[in-house]
């Protein structure tokens, strides 16, 4: 089971960043982990063996992947997966047919698809409530609820839930608060310090940064529960590659200055955006008029390179999308490049229009990922491509 150096949580996230999990290889003390690129391992004789066996059980460089990840949220076990939507579904194989799953109504469109029309077919049970407001959360929980999932903040409308509150809830109702972490990482928003079981990533984002690889991790503390979930890593096998590994473990050694430099880049655009066209258009948990800006505050140490634009219509929407030169049109999120999408039909096009509707995902919305460029290029791009609105 892969286990966090103890001694890695004692230092700062800049530090558990760049070195934690990882020690200086063996034979010749390469101070950075090698692409363990093998799928068996010689065994010294019958039963006598390093502990690796077979590379979907256990593989040096996953294993150093997934300490460091656990080091920076702060967790003792970690997880990783070929995929964040492969770590859903593995997670969810933690239960069975008939258990019933409290979801927030605006988790990523890959999320509600999975759950919406995979796992339902298997007997899971899901009620989608939003979790802004965690009265929501507590009416619908059941006897049969074993877990409650949420997205804090949610993709593209920027909503918040209050962890504290609901991790209070999750457990009087017997039921694990599952959270993905994904938007803000460990560096704005550390979910077990409000009391989560379970965090996790798509570490395809901010957590590799870099765009060039798809990934998820799953990160906890619990023994027994980190069991079961390395049980299903190996029995269902939706495992990484080394090599994908490797790329995401060498973007966490910069995720602390990236996540600096997306939150100033965030903060500045949202108020330049603001300013330019309004700023009830402007969906930004950093800015003063986000209705749960002091959650935000209380809850995160900053906002990230996330903001959401309201356009007013597809038309509206499209002039700008196809006008900015240094934002590059395209799904995703979260590298060291700026990106701006259209959620209603690139990364929620497998919500149903009307459910998109009724959440508040228009056709006029426009989602911004701030790069770590120069920020002035950054406004500069986009003074370009608002002109006229
Ligand atoms: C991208 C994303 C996922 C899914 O991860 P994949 O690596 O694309 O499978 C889950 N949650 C959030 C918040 C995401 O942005």
């Known amino acids: 089971m892969t286990k966090v150096f103890e001694e890695d949580l004692a230092a700062g996230i800049?530090?558990?960043?760049?070195?934690?999990?990882?020690?200086?290889?063996?034979?010749?003390?390469?101070?950075?982990?090698?692409?363990?690129?093998?799928?068996?391992?010689?065994?010294?004789?019958?039963?006598?063996?390093?502990?690796?066996?077979?590379?979907?059980?256990?593989?040096?460089?996953?294993?150093?992947?997934?300490?460091n990840v656990a080091a920076l949220?702060?967790?003792?076990?970690?997880?990783?997966?070929?995929?964040?939507?492969a770590c859903v579904d593995s997670l969810m194989k933690l239960f069975k047919a008939g258990d019933h799953v409290v979801c927030g109504e605006n988790v990523y469109g890959g999320t509600f698809r999975l759950f919406d029309r995979l796992l339902q077919n298997f007997g899971l049970e899901f009620t989608y409530v939003d979790t802004r407001d965690s009265n929501r959360i507590e009416e619908a929980c059941r006897t049969r609820t074993v877990a409650v999932l949420v997205e804090t903040p949610t993709n593209p409308l920027m909503r918040l839930t209050d962890l504290s509150a609901a991790a209070e809830i999750a457990h009087r109702a017997g039921a694990l608060l599952i959270v993905d972490n994904t938007f803000a990482t460990p560096v704005l928003q550390r979910p077990f310090t409000h009391g989560a079981d379970?965090?996790?990533?798509?570490?395809?984002?901010?957590?590799?940064?870099?765009?060039?690889m798809i990934g998820g991790i799953a990160l906890l503390n619990d023994d027994d529960l980190a069991a079961r979930i390395q049980f299903i890593q190996n029995a269902a096998g939706a495992v990484p590659g080394p090599f994908d590994c490797w790329l995401a473990l060498r973007g966490t050694k910069t995720l602390h200055l990236r996540m600096a430099a997306h939150d100033a880049n965030g903060r500045q655009v949202a108020a330049w955006l603001a300013n330019k066209i309004g700023v009830e258009r402007v969906i930004y948990p950093g800015l003063a008029s986000h209705p749960q800006h002091e959650l935000a505050r209380s809850q995160m140490c900053g906002f990230g390179g996330m903001i959401s634009v309201e356009m007013g219509s597809r038309d509206a929407a499209a002039r700008?999308?196809?006008?900015?030169?240094?934002?590059?049109?395209?799904?995703?999120?979260?590298?060291?490049?700026?990106?701006?999408?259209?959620?209603?039909?690139?990364?929620?096009?497998?919500?149903?229009?009307?459910?998109?509707?009724?959440?508040?995902?228009t056709d006029g919305m426009i989602r911004l990922s701030c790069g770590v460029e120069d920020v002035g290029d950054l406004i500069g791009d986009l003074e370009f491509a608002f002109k006229g609105e």
């Open 14 to 67: 800049g530090t558990r960043a760049i070195h934690a999990g990882q020690r200086p290889e063996p034979l010749a003390g390469a101070i950075m982990t090698p692409v363990y690129l093998t799928s068996t391992y010689v065994q010294d004789g019958l039963g006598k063996h390093k502990g690796y066996e077979y590379a979907r059980s256990r593989n040096p460089t996953r294993e150093a992947l997934e300490r």
């Open 73 to 85: 949220e702060g967790a003792r076990h970690g997880f990783a997966f070929a995929s964040g939507t």
């Open 198 to 212: 379970i965090v996790f990533h798509s570490t395809t984002k901010y957590l590799n940064g870099h765009s060039d």
């Open 320 to 361: 700008v999308l196809e006008r900015t030169r240094i934002f590059s049109l395209a799904e995703s999120l979260g590298g060291v490049e700026s990106l701006i999408s259209h959620p209603a039909t690139m990364t929620h096009a497998s919500v149903p229009p009307d459910r998109r509707n009724a959440l508040g995902i």
